[in-house]
């Protein structure tokens, strides 16, 4: 069965990278996995799913940490599960102490 989640998250983790399907294809080349930008779009929209060890390079080449989580495999009760964007958001936030006040006013805290 397909985990449609697969699909969204290649793709938001592939801009999240910005990462063009061309070079996502030219990266998975130079891993020894020969992957057609068709057959990259054929992932990220969900018609087809790569294999188990195509996705692990993809996770490598995306900065997937927790693979389960990332694409809906595993969840925990009372957990917040941050995605990979929200995550860098955080990073971003906490690197740059000037700026956190005009976020606190931004998001009315």
Known sequence: MKNPKIAEMLKQCRKMNHLTVMEVSERLKANGIFAA???VYGWE???TQP???TLLVLCCM???DDVLNTFGYKE???VLILS???????RSYR?????QQAV???LSM
Do not use: R
């Open 51 to 53: 294999t188990a060890n």
């Open 37 to 39: 930008p068709k057959t």
């Open 95 to 99: 690197s740059a102490p000037e700026m």
């Open 84 to 90: 990979n964007e929200e995550k860098q958001l955080i």
């Open 104 to 106: 606190k006013k931004l």
């Open 76 to 78: 925990e009760d009372g």
């Open 62 to 64: 995306y900065h997937i």
């Open 45 to 47: 929209s969900g018609q």
